[in-house]
């Protein structure tokens, strides 16, 4: 019985924490960047936030998720 628990407690948090990701990428100005990884709060490159508007992940970050993506 453990592990179900578990595991449903796991859901909850996860769908928890997306649910707050949403709520804060909606309440961010369209097309504004981050100055601050969501992932892992590197500082994001002003280059990079100039060329790519609206991005909230570092380079390597980004990279991690699209592989992710992938699978």
């Known amino acids: ?6 595991r449903a407690q796991e ?3 996860r769908q928890r924490d ?3 990701a949403r709520q ?3 309440s961010r100005p369209l097309g504004a960047s981050l100055t601050h990884c969501d992932d892992c709060g590197e ?8 060329k790519v508007p609206g991005c909230t992940r570092c380079v ?3 990279t ?3 592989k992710a ?3």
């Open 11 to 13: 859901m909850e948090m």
């Open 43 to 50: 500082e994001i490159p002003a280059l990079r936030r100039e």
């Open 24 to 26: 804060a990428a909606a």
């Open 1 to 6: 019985m453990t592990d179900f628990f578990d």
């Open 64 to 66: 991690a998720a699209e």
């Open 60 to 62: 390597d970050c980004q």
């Open 18 to 20: 997306e649910a707050l």
């Open 69 to 71: 993506l992938r699978r």
